[in-house]
């Protein structure tokens, strides 16, 4: 009840904020990912909703997962491709992602630089689901999309 949200500025240096921690992208269990890092920007118990900053190596992806819950997304470094469902789109700085409920997700930063991005989630949400060996075979009958998986 007594709680209070202290008046902050975190100030932004090389791509990471001050006096945030910087976290391994998951620490629970196996999601296969890679050279990927995670800062939690904001998750104040007053907001309905997260901010983080995800940023992944040269050549390093987010885990192919889904959800019930929504992703909004900002490019805000590098480039690379994301998958959505069954289509592969090529993104860049400051594009815009909309990942609705339940679409197979999966971000990859290009071979030659890092990709970062900001992911707004609602503070109350959902377990990611990995695909199934069944599903990610029939993902891969899609050839653009086993390109993408491939690397
Ligand atoms: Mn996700």
């Given at each position: 009840m007594d709680r209070e949200t202290q008046a902050t500025v975190r100030r932004f240096a090389d791509w990471r904020w001050n006096e945030v921690p910087l976290h391994p992208?998951?620490?629970?269990?196996?999601?296969?990912?890679?050279?990927i890092t995670r800062q939690t920007l904001f998750n104040d118990p007053g907001f309905a909703c997260e901010l983080r900053y995800f940023e992944m190596a040269a050549g390093g992806h987010s885990s192919l997962e889904r959800h019930g819950h929504m992703h909004a997304v900002l490019i805000l470094r590098g480039e690379g491709h994301c998958l959505l469902g069954e289509t592969v789109f090529a993104v860049r700085q400051n594009d815009l992602v909309t990942i609705p409920p339940w679409v197979w997700h999966q971000f990859r930063a290009t071979a030659g630089a890092p990709m970062g991005f900001l992911c707004m989630v609602n503070q109350a949400r959902d377990k990611p689901v990995l695909p199934s060996d069944e599903e990610l075979a029939a993902m891969r009958r899609n050839p653009t999309v086993a390109a993408f998986l491939d690397g």
């Open positions: 992208y998951k620490e629970d269990g196996a999601a296969p990912f890679r050279a």
